[in-house]
Protein backbone atom coordinates (compact mmCIF):
# COMPACT_ATOMS: atom_id res chain seq x y z
CA UNK A 1 0.00 0.00 0.00
CA UNK A 2 1.22 3.68 -1.10
CA UNK A 3 -0.55 5.23 1.68
CA UNK A 4 -1.03 9.09 1.47
CA UNK A 5 0.47 10.15 -1.29
CA UNK A 6 1.27 14.47 -2.84
CA UNK A 7 1.46 15.42 -6.01
CA UNK A 8 3.84 17.26 -6.90
CA UNK A 9 6.18 17.87 -3.95
CA UNK A 10 7.67 20.96 -4.57
CA UNK A 11 6.57 23.73 -6.46
CA UNK A 12 6.89 27.42 -6.97
CA UNK A 13 4.34 29.78 -8.49
CA UNK A 14 4.15 33.33 -9.17
CA UNK A 15 1.41 36.00 -7.79
CA UNK A 16 -1.84 35.55 -9.98
CA UNK A 17 -1.18 31.82 -10.47
CA UNK A 18 -3.60 28.83 -10.14
CA UNK A 19 -2.79 25.31 -9.39
CA UNK A 20 -3.69 22.16 -8.24
CA UNK A 21 -2.40 19.77 -5.27
CA UNK A 22 -3.42 16.18 -5.87
CA UNK A 23 -3.89 13.73 -2.96
CA UNK A 24 -4.40 10.50 -3.02
CA UNK A 25 -5.06 7.75 -0.49
CA UNK A 26 -5.78 3.59 -1.03
CA UNK A 27 -7.00 3.32 2.51
CA UNK A 28 -10.67 3.32 1.55
CA UNK A 29 -10.83 6.05 3.91
CA UNK A 30 -13.59 7.96 4.86
CA UNK A 31 -12.69 11.30 6.06
CA UNK A 32 -9.54 13.34 4.16
CA UNK A 33 -7.91 16.63 4.98
CA UNK A 34 -5.53 19.58 3.90
CA UNK A 35 -3.25 21.45 6.26
CA UNK A 36 -0.79 23.94 5.62
CA UNK A 37 2.18 23.99 8.37
CA UNK A 38 3.67 27.79 8.76
CA UNK A 39 6.53 28.07 11.07
CA UNK A 40 5.39 28.63 14.92
CA UNK A 41 1.81 27.99 13.95
CA UNK A 42 1.51 24.19 14.19
CA UNK A 43 -0.90 22.29 11.80
CA UNK A 44 -3.64 24.58 10.11
CA UNK A 45 -6.97 22.95 9.17
CA UNK A 46 -7.90 24.14 5.47
CA UNK A 47 -10.77 22.33 3.87
CA UNK A 48 -11.65 18.96 4.66
CA UNK A 49 -14.55 16.09 3.38
CA UNK A 50 -16.46 13.35 5.29
CA UNK A 51 -17.40 11.30 2.34
CA UNK A 52 -17.13 11.12 -1.74
CA UNK A 53 -18.99 14.30 -2.94
CA UNK A 54 -18.89 16.25 0.15
CA UNK A 55 -16.16 19.06 1.27
CA UNK A 56 -16.62 21.42 4.35
CA UNK A 57 -14.27 24.84 5.39
CA UNK A 58 -12.01 24.59 7.89
CA UNK A 59 -9.98 26.74 9.93
CA UNK A 60 -7.88 28.66 6.96
CA UNK A 61 -10.69 27.88 4.14
CA UNK A 62 -10.31 31.55 2.25
CA UNK A 63 -8.51 31.66 -0.98
CA UNK A 64 -8.19 27.59 -1.36
CA UNK A 65 -11.06 25.62 -3.23
CA UNK A 66 -11.25 21.56 -2.94
CA UNK A 67 -13.07 18.85 -4.49
CA UNK A 68 -13.67 15.00 -3.84
CA UNK A 69 -15.16 13.60 -6.96
CA UNK A 70 -13.51 10.23 -5.78
CA UNK A 71 -12.91 8.61 -2.77
CA UNK A 72 -9.36 7.78 -3.20
CA UNK A 73 -8.80 11.55 -4.46
CA UNK A 74 -8.84 14.95 -2.38
CA UNK A 75 -7.62 18.27 -4.72
CA UNK A 76 -6.52 21.52 -3.51
CA UNK A 77 -6.82 24.36 -5.54
CA UNK A 78 -5.95 27.97 -5.84
CA UNK A 79 -7.22 30.17 -8.06
CA UNK A 80 -5.11 32.81 -7.77
CA UNK A 81 -1.52 32.21 -5.48
CA UNK A 82 -0.74 34.87 -3.17
CA UNK A 83 2.95 35.24 -1.24
CA UNK A 84 0.95 34.43 2.16
CA UNK A 85 0.02 31.43 0.68
CA UNK A 86 3.88 29.77 0.53
CA UNK A 87 3.65 27.15 3.32
CA UNK A 88 3.85 23.47 3.37
CA UNK A 89 0.81 21.76 2.19
CA UNK A 90 -0.05 18.02 4.19
CA UNK A 91 -3.06 15.53 2.94
CA UNK A 92 -3.90 13.19 5.49
CA UNK A 93 -7.15 10.88 5.47
CA UNK A 94 -8.87 8.93 8.66
CA UNK A 95 -11.47 6.11 8.19
CA UNK A 96 -13.71 8.30 10.55
CA UNK A 97 -13.54 10.99 13.09
CA UNK A 98 -11.51 9.78 16.20
CA UNK A 99 -9.23 7.47 14.26
CA UNK A 100 -5.49 8.27 13.60
CA UNK A 101 -4.70 10.51 10.35
CA UNK A 102 -2.38 9.01 7.79
CA UNK A 103 -0.12 12.15 6.37
CA UNK A 104 0.88 12.49 3.00
CA UNK A 105 4.96 13.76 2.88
CA UNK A 106 3.69 17.58 2.21
CA UNK A 107 4.02 19.46 -0.99
CA UNK A 108 6.23 22.60 -0.51
CA UNK A 109 4.78 25.82 -2.02
CA UNK A 110 6.52 28.88 -2.82
CA UNK A 111 4.59 31.59 -4.04
CA UNK A 112 6.45 34.78 -5.23
CA UNK B 1 -14.45 26.76 19.89
CA UNK B 2 -11.98 24.02 20.79
CA UNK B 3 -8.36 24.98 21.47
CA UNK B 4 -5.14 23.08 22.35
CA UNK B 5 -2.04 24.77 23.81
CA UNK B 6 1.61 23.74 24.21
CA UNK B 7 3.39 25.65 25.99
CA UNK B 8 6.93 25.18 25.52
CA UNK B 9 8.03 25.77 21.97
CA UNK B 10 11.65 24.53 22.47
CA UNK B 11 12.54 21.62 24.80
CA UNK B 12 16.33 20.75 25.91
CA UNK B 13 17.11 17.25 26.89
CA UNK B 14 20.14 15.02 27.56
CA UNK B 15 20.21 11.74 25.65
CA UNK B 16 18.97 9.11 28.75
CA UNK B 17 17.14 12.01 30.87
CA UNK B 18 13.20 12.30 30.91
CA UNK B 19 10.38 13.84 29.45
CA UNK B 20 7.35 15.82 29.29
CA UNK B 21 5.92 17.37 27.25
CA UNK B 22 3.44 19.46 27.62
CA UNK B 23 -0.84 20.00 26.30
CA UNK B 24 -3.76 21.44 27.35
CA UNK B 25 -7.36 21.73 25.42
CA UNK B 26 -10.06 23.78 26.11
CA UNK B 27 -13.58 21.83 24.93
CA UNK B 28 -16.82 21.34 27.03
CA UNK B 29 -16.26 17.66 26.81
CA UNK B 30 -13.57 14.79 26.87
CA UNK B 31 -12.40 14.89 22.83
CA UNK B 32 -10.60 12.31 21.05
CA UNK B 33 -6.72 13.25 22.39
CA UNK B 34 -3.51 12.61 20.00
CA UNK B 35 -0.34 12.86 20.24
CA UNK B 36 1.83 12.79 16.60
CA UNK B 37 5.73 13.21 16.03
CA UNK B 38 7.09 14.60 12.38
CA UNK B 39 10.59 14.20 11.41
CA UNK B 40 12.24 17.12 9.94
CA UNK B 41 11.33 16.92 6.10
CA UNK B 42 8.33 14.23 6.54
CA UNK B 43 4.80 13.66 7.42
CA UNK B 44 3.48 13.17 11.03
CA UNK B 45 2.94 9.92 12.54
CA UNK B 46 0.53 8.54 14.97
CA UNK B 47 2.47 8.23 18.77
CA UNK B 48 -0.64 7.65 20.71
CA UNK B 49 -4.67 8.28 21.34
CA UNK B 50 -6.68 9.17 23.80
CA UNK B 51 -10.55 8.91 24.35
CA UNK B 52 -12.18 6.52 27.10
CA UNK B 53 -10.69 3.97 29.51
CA UNK B 54 -6.97 4.20 31.37
CA UNK B 55 -6.41 7.40 31.56
CA UNK B 56 -2.25 6.28 30.96
CA UNK B 57 -1.94 5.43 27.39
CA UNK B 58 0.92 3.17 26.03
CA UNK B 59 2.55 4.35 22.62
CA UNK B 60 5.00 3.70 20.35
CA UNK B 61 8.71 4.22 20.27
CA UNK B 62 8.66 4.07 24.23
CA UNK B 63 6.19 6.83 24.54
CA UNK B 64 3.21 7.53 27.08
CA UNK B 65 0.67 9.87 27.87
CA UNK B 66 -1.84 10.55 30.98
CA UNK B 67 -4.87 12.11 30.17
CA UNK B 68 -6.08 13.93 33.63
CA UNK B 69 -9.39 15.30 33.41
CA UNK B 70 -9.41 17.63 36.24
CA UNK B 71 -6.50 19.76 34.40
CA UNK B 72 -7.75 19.30 31.12
CA UNK B 73 -4.11 18.01 30.51
CA UNK B 74 -3.30 15.29 28.03
CA UNK B 75 0.62 15.12 28.99
CA UNK B 76 2.93 12.88 26.78
CA UNK B 77 6.33 11.23 28.40
CA UNK B 78 9.15 8.97 28.07
CA UNK B 79 11.62 7.50 30.95
CA UNK B 80 14.60 8.07 28.82
CA UNK B 81 15.06 9.93 25.68
CA UNK B 82 17.44 8.31 22.80
CA UNK B 83 18.87 10.81 20.14
CA UNK B 84 16.65 9.55 17.38
CA UNK B 85 13.71 11.26 19.05
CA UNK B 86 14.90 14.57 18.36
CA UNK B 87 11.79 15.88 16.75
CA UNK B 88 8.54 17.92 16.49
CA UNK B 89 5.72 16.65 18.59
CA UNK B 90 2.08 17.73 18.27
CA UNK B 91 -0.96 17.20 20.40
CA UNK B 92 -3.87 17.30 18.87
CA UNK B 93 -7.70 16.96 19.60
CA UNK B 94 -10.97 15.66 17.24
CA UNK B 95 -13.93 16.67 18.77
CA UNK B 96 -17.27 17.96 18.08
CA UNK B 97 -17.86 21.57 16.36
CA UNK B 98 -20.47 23.06 14.79
CA UNK B 99 -22.49 19.32 13.68
CA UNK B 100 -19.14 17.63 12.26
CA UNK B 101 -15.82 16.49 14.24
CA UNK B 102 -13.42 19.02 13.21
CA UNK B 103 -9.29 17.97 14.15
CA UNK B 104 -7.70 20.83 16.13
CA UNK B 105 -3.49 20.28 16.19
CA UNK B 106 -1.28 22.77 18.97
CA UNK B 107 1.63 24.42 17.39
CA UNK B 108 4.05 22.01 18.51
CA UNK B 109 7.25 21.49 20.86
CA UNK B 110 10.66 21.34 19.07
CA UNK B 111 12.41 18.50 20.88
CA UNK B 112 16.64 19.05 20.97
CA UNK B 113 18.72 16.34 22.55
CA UNK B 114 22.48 16.40 23.60
CA UNK B 115 24.51 14.25 23.27
Known amino acids: NAGVTQTPKFRVLKTGQSMTLLCAQDMNHEYMYWYRQDPGMGLRLIHYSVGEGTTAKGEVPDGYNVSRLKKQNFLLGLESAAPSQTSVYFCASSYRYGDEQFFGPGTRLTVL | AQSVTQPDIHITVSEGASLELRCNYS??????LFWYVQSPGQGLQLLLK??????LVQGIKGFEAEFKRSQSSFNLRKPSVHWSDAAEYFCAVDGPSGGSYIPTFGRGTSLIVHP
Open chain 2, 27 to 32: YGATPY
Open chain 2, 50 to 55: YFSGDT
